[in-house]
């Protein structure tokens, strides 16, 4: 089986809805998806996914699952440089989240005093249940840290969201903390990252990254990438953002 993580295009936060270049990317995308005999859809309720979504799917005359749990991943905290206001859980300087070990450690990234009075983990295991559940619909039950392929198959299912949700299934997935993903990973608007199945042994299946990030659908058309969930490459940058 392999999953498609799709990131929205370019976003226009304001209007919850695509800029002009956003559309153009998810139309862009929309050429490349509609070739590949995706079995379901699944999109974020939010306006930026769901326009996304519907280029591919007005082209195929298909609907896609609107899943709550797809919707950004959402737990505002105390930044430790930023602390007037609460911020989404990642964007963190560099300097500060990786002097704490427990952040590189899947089973304990959570445990951070600031993660720990925002219920983060129980947020969570609420996105990684439910994604389960869809696998396990199409036939791969969690079983530890890997599937058990009840029903293998080659299925392909496309899960239009955000970013930081992202990197949350990615997390779930590949057994990575999230807080690595969030930080030294970057999906551009309209994206596709790719995981599939291996099934070595029978029953056993575990996924593996095939693909991150996947822009060519963009460069196909000669359109840049959208700077979108990046930050300055350098800081004598004048026009990329540094906060």
């Given at each position: 089986?392999?999953?498609?993580?799709?990131?929205?295009?370019?976003?226009?936060?304001?209007?919850?809805?695509?800029?002009?270049?956003?559309?153009r990317?998810?139309?862009y995308?929309?050429?490349?998806?509609v070739k590949?005999?995706?079995?379901?859809f699944?999109?974020?309720?939010?306006?930026?996914?769901?326009?996304?979504?519907?280029?591919?799917?007005?082209?195929?005359?298909r609907?896609a699952v609107?899943?709550?749990?797809?919707k950004?991943?959402?737990?505002?905290?105390?930044?430790?440089?930023v602390?007037d206001?609460?911020m989404?859980?990642?964007?963190?300087?560099p300097?500060?989240w990786?002097?704490?070990?427990?952040?590189?450690d899947y089973?304990?990234?959570?445990?951070a005093?600031?993660?720990?009075s925002?219920?983060?983990?129980?947020e969570?295991?609420h996105?990684t249940?439910?994604?389960?559940r869809?696998?396990a619909e199409?036939?791969?039950?969690?079983e530890?840290?890997?599937?058990?392929?009840?029903?293998?198959?080659?299925?392909?299912?496309?899960f239009?969201?955000?970013?930081?949700?992202?990197?949350?299934?990615?997390?779930h997935l590949?057994h990575?903390?999230?807080?690595?993903?969030?930080?030294?990973?970057v999906?551009?608007?309209s994206s596709?990252?790719?995981?599939v199945?291996?099934?070595?042994?029978?029953?056993?299946?575990?996924?593996r990254?095939?693909?991150?990030?996947?822009?060519?659908?963009?460069?196909?058309?000669?359109e840049e990438p959208?700077?979108?969930?990046r930050f300055?490459?350098?800081?004598?940058s004048?026009?990329?953002?540094?906060?």
């Open positions: 089986m392999e999953l498609m993580i799709i990131r929205h295009g370019d976003p226009d936060y304001e209007k919850d809805s695509l800029t002009e270049k956003g559309w990317e998810a139309e995308l929309s050429e490349k998806l590949m005999n995706i079995k379901d699944y999109v974020s309720p939010l306006g930026r996914a769901r326009d996304t979504a519907s280029c591919t799917l007005k082209k195929l005359n609907e609107i899943c709550p749990w797809l950004e991943f959402d737990v505002p905290i105390h930044r430790p440089d602390q206001r609460k989404i859980a990642w964007d963190w300087l300097e500060d990786t002097k704490e070990p427990g952040f590189y089973d304990s990234w959570w445990k005093p600031v993660f720990q925002e219920n983060m983990k129980a969570y295991d996105v249940e439910n994604f389960d869809i696998l199409h036939g791969y039950i969690r530890g840290n890997y599937y058990r392929a009840q029903c293998a198959n080659r299925e392909k299912l496309a239009f969201c955000h970013f930081g949700l992202g990197c949350v299934l990615l997390s590949l990575i903390s999230p807080m690595i993903l969030w930080h030294q990973f999906a551009a608007p596709v990252t790719s995981v199945t291996e099934e070595r042994r029978e029953g056993i299946a575990l996924f990254m095939r693909s991150y990030g996947d822009v060519s659908h963009l460069y196909a058309h000669g959208a700077f979108a969930a300055c490459e350098t800081y004598d004048k026009n990329e953002r540094h906060d």
